[in-house]
C-alpha cells in the first residue's frame, strides 16, 4: 500500500477519527514524509488537520515546548511521530487528561511505517496484551532471568498498563506499532542484575550485552560495550537510574530492528526501562525514559512463570 493508504487504515482502524474532529500531527525533520501522508489521509476523514514540526527533542522523556503542549491539549486525536518520544512525558498526560486520543511514534522510520507491526491484527494483541496486563496487576513480585542475572523487583499496590495500539476512547494513548503489557515497579526495591541482550535507546541494537546492576531500585554499574554511551546519557540527575519499568512484548509481527518503537514491542521479549515513570502509576519524574530490550529472558511472576524461550504462557 501506499504510505497515504497505510496512514489512513492507522488513523481508522487504531484511532477511530471521525469528520469533523480535530486531528494534530506531530513532526520533525526525521519524519517530514511519515507525517505528510498522516496530513493526506487525515483531510480524506474530513477532519479538521494541523501538522506541528518541531525541533527533535535532546532525548525520549523529554518535554515539548508549551506552543506542543497546548496543541495536544486542544485536538481530539493526536499523532506524534518524532525522533524521541513523548510519551512519558506530562504534554502528553496532560492532553490525555484533556480527553485527546493519542499515539506516540518515537523513533519512527518509513521501513516501521511500511512493515508487518503497524498492520498486525490489533484486535488479537489487544487481547494478549489485556491478560498479561492483569497479571501484572495481579502480582506482588516480579523476577527476570536473562543469560544467569536475576533481577527481582516489587510489583505491590500498582497497576499494569495495556498497550493495545487501540486507542478509540477520550483520553486514551499509547505507542505504533503496538502490542505491550508494562507496569512501574515500586522504586527502591529492584535488587540484582540483569542482561540486556537485544536493543537499547540510543544505542540501538547491541553488538554485545550490557549487563546492569541495581540496588534498592537504582543503577549502580553498567558493563560492557555501550556502557559509557549509557551512563553519558544519563547523567548526573540521580533520578535518572530509577528502575522505571517492566514490559513485555505482545505483538507477534514485530522485529528487533535497532529502533525502540518496535523492538519493545516484539512478542516474547521483555524490557526494563531507566528514568521517569510518573505518567504509568509511578512517582519519579526524571525528564528521561530509556528502554533496554531482553530478547528470551525469563520472567516469574508471584514465582510463577510467565514468559520463557520466547514465549508467552498465557
Known sequence: MSMVNIA???LEQNLALTAEE???????ETTLPIGQALFEAGKTFGAQVVQLQMEPLGRSGM???ATVAEAMA???????????????TQARKQACAAGARIATMPGMTEEIFRGGAL???YNQI???TQQLTELLTAAEEAELVNGGARLKMSLAGRRGVPSTG???KRGQAGNLPSGE???APLEGTAQGEIIIDGSFVGLGALEAPLKLTFEQGDLVAAEGPGSEDLLYMLGDNPLARNLAELGIGTNDQARVIGVILEDEKVWGTAHIALGSNDTFGGQVAAGIHLDGIMMAPELYLDGKLILQAGQLKL
Open 119 to 121: 498492520a498486525a491484527d
Open 126 to 128: 489487544a487481547v494478549w
Open 63 to 65: 518535554e515539548p515546548v
Open 181 to 183: 503489557a508494562y507496569i
Open 166 to 168: 487501540i486507542y478509540h
Open 74 to 88: 486542544a485536538a481530539d486525536v493526536v499523532v506524534a511521530a518524532t525522533a524521541h518520544s513523548l510519551t512519558h
Open 8 to 10: 489512513r487504515q492507522l
Open 22 to 28: 480535530k486531528l494534530l500531527i506531530i513532526v520533525d
